[in-house]
């Protein structure tokens, strides 16, 4: 019998070009009623484009946030106009533009779970965004070249975040890359707490290390921290 050994490739700060603000975190945890979460976890107008206590408060295309990101992203994974590049919780499709503005013929997909998302989608995306849960990809097996999941499978219950992961496995030839909330400290976990909108899975870098290990996920990783 064949032993197949999983392993994790990186811990990597994908985003370290993406434009940072101080978040109002206590302001946030002070407001904040599980009647917003609720209302968040819809995915729905009142996330993208409502109050910013149910979400983004109004979310729009800037190129000044994933531009540099993106480019960075191409650079780390050698991505060319050969490449097949999946967005997992793509929402309005905006950093898949910004991918497909560096390298214009790469076959580049999103899912998200929000309808609201694909029907306001920026338009070149929108064609390239299919309406799914993370927990079963519509997409072969080993078919993309880098599969991303930026603060999304957090987003799932347990079970079905546990699956999210092993349906990454799958579709990715070789790459992948997820984000999630995650503290290294009580300070951290307390900030988590107060900040988290729409997560239902969430725990501290060793426990996600942990949860790693028990779906054999075998990509890159970083984390979110409220701080």
Partial sequence: MELIIYKLK???????????????????????????????????????????????????????????????????????????????????????????LLIPEAEIKGVDISQYAKDHAIEPMKENIVVSNANNLPFPDDYFDLVIAINTLHNLPLIDCKQAFREINRVTKNNSFVMNDAWKDDKGKRAMLKWNLTALTYMSCDEWLNFFKEVEYKGDYYWFFAE
Avoid at 57 to 75: C, E, L, N, Q
Wanted: hydrophobic share 30%; net charge negative.
């Fill in 10 to 100: 990186r811990e990597i700060d994908l985003l370290k070009f993406y434009p940072k603000s101080k978040r109002p975190i206590e302001d946030r945890g002070n407001l904040v009623t599980d009647i917003d979460r609720a209302v968040a976890r819809k995915f729905d107008v009142e996330y993208y484009d409502g109050d910013r206590l149910t979400g983004y408060g109004g979310y729009g295309y800037s190129p000044r946030f994933w531009t540099d990101t993106v480019a960075h992203i191409v650079d780390v994974y050698s991505l060319s106009n050969d490449s097949k590049i999946l967005d997992i919780g793509c929402a309005k499709g905006y950093m898949m533009y910004d991918l497909s």
